[in-house]
């Protein structure tokens, strides 16, 4: 098989080439959270270096059959390399990665140099001091990646002339083998690696203890050591000092690396999507509508029995992720909303707080209830259809006929008790299920826990009630049939008040859709939008402060995000909509990616200066928006002085003049760039 885009052989009349090679064990392997950055950036970084770029990775065969096309490399260094490797032994899989790009790969069969182990483990200890205990298969497997990587970069530097640079750019301590071993063998290659975040960091936050606070006073060895990672630990320490350019996704994580690592980053690299792929424009607006009816259908079986929300006035809100109950902020949320229910009671709100928790966890089935309740619902919908038909047959009849109907011509005695028996159906004298699912381990699970700790049952006098569903979310669900994107178009607010969070794809991925959320400045996404934003509220980005205050201050301050929110009329969260969704392409690839070529010109500077003649390195910018000129001076206090609702508060949701964004004067992207004053340089 031949590759249909043509590479181009290298001139010796030519400038000097820039090769690029990004390496990491989720390239075409959905094992991580990187596997996202990585797919997501490829578009944007195969426009900017075309086939001076490739993807090297580890060969996991499930993923490779759907993902990778196979073809050898026609680029003359590429294929003299992998020629080289498999002369010897080396399983190479090479060719293009099916996703949007159409990246170039080379993948590693870790299996076919599985003999090579202790030998290579032996060298490893002989040159780093960082010896691999027995038990730990994940860290053998990295130990051969790591060779197999500095391999091949060694082969394909020999490749190249003797002007033409390299960089290899390593991803998370998984990688991180393959940097140190082009050091200590002493390749000409320019090294970058980025820590997502450290894994130090992510045992400590695991372990529940005082982090942020105690950063400076961690004995890294030693809990390092205690927690039986040391080797890992070392590895990944030794990659970032090794490293040309240090890097990391957020300032948060720079100051986490800076104590653990003992290394300061050299360039924050933020993580970004490829906002084009979920992008609607002005349909976001009608794709919320029509996403919200579908909560709406869950909901009303949910409570059955019990169901006496206003939808029209009702809020969804939800909090998702990995079921990391205090780093992703479960234990915050929960007390908040016992606190807003207490709030909107004693004002006798008429407003319904309806919060989603979606985190996966051990379970039996699905409850019984709930199942019940769906059912039922549905049957009663069905009912109601039929004979809604019927009438609509008669009425026209009648018409028709010139007669005017009556009751007992329009609803004879059969249709009244076919809806009889569907109500009574309908009746239920216990309360709405919190849960969805029957847990493995009901009484020891931490969410239940506290549930019923604040006594949060959904009676029927909360004003906020909660729906725990242990499971990811999916199409074929018999409960709530929605996936995860159209689930987070329907609701109003996501909330993320993680402890630990070195980015935060959950807030963004809210951002990109038009949706207001609520984050922390404990978060890479928080501390991004607290650099580019003047007043983050006013565009639906509520930022939580966990760093510099106390648990009892955050969850308050909290408390009040949700409270004002909630009191928030339909007109005014559409207009916050508007804004919230222009901020997405702050986080598009095309503009996010600029800070990776940063990285790559510094690295390129520490190593090869002469190769920066040309105008292929430039420093980039970053913008820092206004607040909209729309927006009201305090969010709190206006509520607060005003004891009268707003006049739109039974505006529609799908008013044409809100949804069309006109009516907010905030400034758009396109326009910021060249307002002086609110850019400026960074590294």
């Known amino acids: 098989m031949t ?22 064990v989720e390239v075409a392997n959905k094992v991580g959270g990187i596997y996202t950055v990585l797919r997501s950036k490829a578009p944007s970084t195969v426009q900017e270096l075309g086939d001076d770029y490739c993807m090297v990775g ?71 001091n960082i010896g691999i205990p027995e038990h730990d298969n994940e860290a053998k497997r990295c130990v051969l990646f790591g060779f197999l990587v500095s391999w091949f970069l060694g082969e394909f530097k020999a490749q190249c002339g003797s002007e033409d640079v390299v960089i290899a750019h390593f991803h998370e301590w998984l990688s991180g083998i393959g940097l140190v071993l082009c050091r200590t063998r002493g390749i000409d290659v320019a090294t970058i690696f980025t820590t997502h975040a450290t894994l130090l960091g992510r045992y400590l936050c695991a372990a529940n203890v005082d982090f942020y606070n105690n950063l400076s006073k961690f004995s890294v060895d030693a809990e390092a050591g205690n927690r039986q990672i040391y080797h890992r630990y070392c590895i990944e320490r030794a990659a970032a000092h090794s490293s040309h350019v240090f890097t990391t996704v957020s300032d948060i994580t720079a100051l986490e690396a800076e104590h653990l690592l003992k290394r300061k980053p050299d360039v924050i690299l933020p993580n970004g999507l490829n906002v084009k792929d979920t992008q609607c424009l002005h349909e976001f607006q009608n794709l919320h509508a029509l996403a919200k009816e579908k909560i709406h259908s869950f909901v009303r079986g949910h409570f059955y029995g019990h169901f006496d929300l206003d939808l029209d006035k009702t809020v969804y809100m939800f909090i998702a992720g990995r079921y990391e109950y205090s780093n992703k902020g479960a234990d915050m949320f929960i007390e908040a909303l016992n606190r807003l229910n207490h709030k909107l009671k004693a004002i006798n709100s008429d407003v ?88 493995k381990d009901d009484g ?20 906020v009630k909660i729906i725990f569903h242990p499971e990811f979310l999916s199409q074929t669900s018999p409960l709530l049939s929605m996936d995860y994107d159209e689930f987070v ?51 639906g980005i509520y930022i939580v402060d966990r760093r510099f205050r106390s648990g009892e201050e955050s969850c308050q301050q909290l408390t009040d995000y949700l409270y004002y929110f909630s009191r928030m009329s339909r007109r005014e969260r559409i207009v916050q909509r508007n804004r919230t969704e222009r ?12 800070y990776y070529a940063d990285a790559r010109r510094l690295a390129v500077e520490r190593t090869h200066p002469e190769a920066l003649h040309d105008d292929r390195f430039s420093p980039s910018s970053s913008v820092r928006l206004p607040r909209p000129f729309s927006a009201r001076n305090s969010p709190f206090s206006s509520r607060v002085a005003s004891p009268f609702p707003s006049d739109s508060e039974d505006a529609p949701e799908d008013d044409k003049e809100l949804q069309s964004g006109d009516l907010d004067s905030g400034f758009k992207l396109s326009s910021v760039a060249s307002v002086g004053s609110t850019v400026d340089n960074t590294v």
């Open 3 to 24: 590759d249909v885009t043509a590479d181009v052989t290298a001139d010796p009349d030519e400038n000097p080439r820039i090769f690029t090679m990004e390496i990491a």
């Open 58 to 128: 580890i060969c996991n065969e499930h993923f490779v059959a759907m993902e990778v096309e196979k073809m050898e490399p026609t680029q003359p260094y590429l294929k003299k390399t992998v020629e080289s490797m498999r002369d010897r032994g080396v399983k190479v899989v090479t060719g293009r990665w099916l996703i949007e790009g159409y990246p170039k790969v080379v993948l590693f069969d870790i299996d076919s140099v599985l003999h090579e182990y202790s030998k290579w483990a032996w060298e490893l200890f002989e040159q780093t």
């Open 352 to 439: 319904t707080v309806v919060a989603f928790l979606i985190f996966p966890a051990p379970t039996n089935n699905f409850n019984v209830e709930s199942l019940k309740g769906q059912a039922i619902v549905k049957q009663l919908k069905e009912t109601v259809d039929e004979i809604k038909d019927e009438i609509g047959d008669k009425l026209f009849d009648l018409c028709l006929r010139g007669k005017l109907p009556n009751n007992e011509e329009l609803l004879n005695r059969d249709n009244l008790v076919k809806l009889k028996r569907c109500m009574y159906a309908n009746q239920c004298s216990s309360l709405p299920p919190v849960v969805t699912h029957n847990m």
């Open 444 to 463: 020891n699970d931490p969410i239940l826990n506290q549930i019923r700790k604040v006594n949060l049952f959904n009676s029927k006098n909360d004003r």
């Open 489 to 539: 178009r329907g609701c109003h607010l996501g909330v993320f008040p993680s402890y630990y969070e070195p980015w935060g794809y959950t807030p963004a991925e809210c951002m990109i859709k038009g949706i207001p959320s609520v984050t922390t400045n404990l978060s890479g996404f928080g501390c991004f939008m607290e650099r580019h934003l003047h007043d983050a509220r006013a565009y």
């Open 583 to 594: 901020l997405s392409e702050l986080l598009d690839w095309s503009r996010l990616g600029r």
